[in-house]
């Protein structure tokens, strides 16, 4: 008797992990689905390299004239940080005995030209 109930306990949990795998697998119509998405985007990629290639202009100049007025703003946000930075720097140098790269490295401070990094003209 408990020989036949290990048995079908055995077939039971073969047969959850086989529903289990099934249910995990993705539909026909889901399958579909995701086929159709796929192919639809893969058109619209095609597309735009296409128009790439051929070297249209696919930003207009009203994002471009706003893309760079951002950045035109952002320069100037940094440029201005900056001399508040050294403004600061220097007015601390007044009273510091030693000279301004030793006081960078004791505050810990990385400059831009340390870092090779300039200011976009």
Same mark, same amino acid.
């Given at each position: 008797?408990?020989? =036949?109930t290990e048995?079908?306990?055995t077939?039971?949990n073969?047969?959850?992990?086989k529903?289990?795998k099934?249910?995990?697998?993705m539909t #026909?119509?889901?399958a579909? =689905? ?6 639809v ?5 095609s597309?735009?390299?296409? &128009? ?5 202009? #696919?930003?207009?100049k009203e ?7 951002a950045q035109?703003l952002?320069?100037?946000a940094w440029? &201005?940080r900056?001399?508040? =930075?050294?403004?600061i720097?220097?007015a @601390?140098? %007044?009273g ?5 790269k030793?006081l960078? %490295?004791?505050i810990? @401070?990385?400059?831009d030209?340390?870092c &090779?990094v =300039?200011?976009?003209?």
């Amino acid at each position: 008797m408990s020989k =036949a109930t290990e048995t079908l306990q055995t077939e039971v949990n073969s047969l959850t992990q086989k529903h289990k795998k099934l249910q995990s697998n993705m539909t #026909l119509c889901e399958a579909k =689905a995701d086929l159709q998405k796929i192919t639809v985007e893969c058109q619209d990629m095609s597309e735009k390299l296409n &128009k790439l290639r051929n070297g249209a202009v #696919l930003i207009t100049k009203e994002v471009k004239n706003e893309v760079y007025s951002a950045q035109d703003l952002k320069v100037k946000a940094w440029r &201005k940080r900056k001399r508040m =930075a050294m403004d600061i720097v220097d007015a @601390i140098l %007044e009273g510091y005995p030693k000279p301004k790269k030793t006081l960078f %490295e004791d505050i810990g @401070i990385e400059t831009d030209e340390d870092c &090779k990094v =300039a200011l976009p003209k």
